[in-house]
């Protein structure tokens, strides 16, 4: 079965620093992966997506992340972060079987938080 | 875009009863759709795949006469919560998909609180 490990629980970063959000996963396959941000109490909303091509991919806010296959890894990154950054985190993975699409199995999330 | 949307954004219930969930894709059709539940500060948890026109596959460990869904057209997938209990309280997320790229489109969720 395939998992997401997201080592930081949570990661303090200072407003106009660079920030980079870990993700690792665990998979047979190239899945297709997923970065979302939740702001408290609401829903998600998805930042960017691999699903194959280009490793590194440019996603809305300002971010990007790049996939590594020899690392399982798809780490997510922003050249400079702003106060309206803090929120929390989400890699996911998913897979397209024969039959469909399958649900996301997503890491336990990264709280980000912005300090002045 | 696409855009998803869940009805109500958040419900307040008595212990036993029932309360249904709405999932909606507003502008595509969805022959996939995905429920998710998060309790506080933890991650989402795949709940079950509701599948138009089919019955729902359920993840190991989700009881399916608990948590009933259907999947009635291509724009609507509803999870009735039976016989609510305080530990069902949660914060519940459906997802559709488009295409290969599977269910990648959030609703903005629904907070159910049991009392």
């Known amino acids: 079965a395939q998992s997401v490990t997201q080592p930081d629980i949570h990661i303090t970063v200072s407003e106009g620093a660079s920030l980079e959000l870990r993700c690792n996963y665990s998979?047979?396959?190239?899945?297709?992966l997923f970065w979302y941000v939740q702001s408290p109490g609401q829903g998600l909303q998805l930042l960017l997506k691999y699903f194959s091509g280009d490793t590194l991919v440019q996603g809305i806010k300002g971010f990007e992340a790049e996939f590594k296959r020899s690392q399982s890894s798809f780490n997510l990154r922003k050249p400079s972060v702003h106060w309206s950054d803090a929120a929390e985190y989400f890699c996911?993975?998913?897979?397209?079987?024969?039959?469909?699409?399958?649900?996301?199995?997503f890491g336990k999330g990264t709280h980000l938080i912005i300090q002045p | 875009g696409a855009v998803v949307s869940q009805h109500p954004s958040w419900v307040i219930c008595k212990s036993g009863t029932s309360v249904k969930i709405e999932c909606r894709s507003l502008?595509?059709?969805?022959?996939?759709m995905f429920w998710y539940r998060q309790f506080p500060k933890q991650s989402l948890m795949l709940m079950a795949t509701?599948?138009?026109?089919?019955?729902?596959?359920?993840e190991q460990g989700v009881e399916k006469d608990k948590f009933l869904i259907n999947h009635a057209s291509l724009t609507l997938s509803t999870l009735t919560v039976t016989s609510a209990h305080p530990e069902d309280s949660s914060f519940y997320i459906c997802?559709?998909?488009?295409?290969?790229?599977?269910?990648?489109?959030f609703g903005p969720g629904t907070r159910l609180t049991v009392l």
């Open positions: 997802s559709a998909g488009k295409g290969a790229s599977g269910g990648t489109f």
């Open positions: 502008d595509f059709q969805a022959t996939t």
């Open positions: 996911a993975v998913g897979y397209f079987s024969g039959g469909g699409a399958d649900g996301l199995t």
């Open positions: 998979y047979g396959a190239t899945p297709y």
């Open positions: 509701s599948n138009e026109g089919s019955k729902a596959t359920y």
